[in-house]
């Protein structure tokens, strides 16, 4: 619903950010990833959301990359983790570290993430260890891909595609496209896979 959110910094306490937006003030639970680049009180700041509807509760997670927006919606799709332990995780691992631990199956980088045991480690890289790898991470990485290409991406795994086989359409994709030419080239190769 709330994918976008910008406005004046108020404030900033761990891990929380209070964003002005033409006078209502949004408060935004953020990564540390994200907290440490946050501008100081008073600074225009620009984050991507994700927001959360509970019985008790609605709650605003920022992010400062599509990336960390991204492994974050991965995260929650794991049985037994929810917005908080997501938001720990990525916290406590870079998003090359915590890809890097799903490849080559090491729940012991995971456990070093507070509230973490090893039950839940197990079962993070059970059912993460298909949704990518660590190919996928190193040439996002490298690649540097563009915000066109990185909105082509985010639009074909709302479409359902996974993220390798979205990653790989992005990449064949020609240079200077629009986002909108960019989906339909991407959908053109995906076909033809």
Excluded at 45 to 54: E, G, I
Excluded at 63 to 76: D, K, P
Excluded at 134 to 157: E, P, R, T, W, Y
């Amino acid at each position: 619903m709330i994918g976008r959110i910008s406005g004046i910094l108020l404030d900033k306490t761990p891990p929380h950010a209070l964003i002005d937006c033409n006078g209502v003030g949004y408060e935004c639970e953020v990564p540390m990833s994200t907290f440490y680049l946050l501008p100081q009180a008073g600074e225009k700041v620009t984050l991507l959301t994700h927001f959360v509807v509970r019985e008790d509760a609605q709650l605003l997670f920022g992010f400062g990359t599509h990336q960390e927006r991204l492994m974050f919606r991965q995260l929650l799709k794991v049985n037994g983790i929810g917005a908080k332990s997501a938001l720990a995780i990525l916290s406590g691992l870079s998003i090359e570290e915590l890809i890097q631990a799903v490849s080559l199956q090491e729940a012991g980088l995971l456990t070093r993430v507070p509230g973490i045991g090893k039950k839940t480690a197990e079962r993070l890289l059970l059912e993460l260890k298909d949704k990518f790898t660590l190919d996928s991470a190193l040439s996002m990485k490298s690649a540097g891909i563009a915000s066109i290409s990185q909105d082509v991406l985010n639009a074909l795994i709302a479409l359902g595609y996974n993220e390798r086989e979205s990653l790989n359409a992005v990449k064949s994709l020609d240079t200077n496209l629009t986002v909108n030419d960019g989906i339909k080239q991407a959908l053109k190769y995906l076909s033809k896979g």
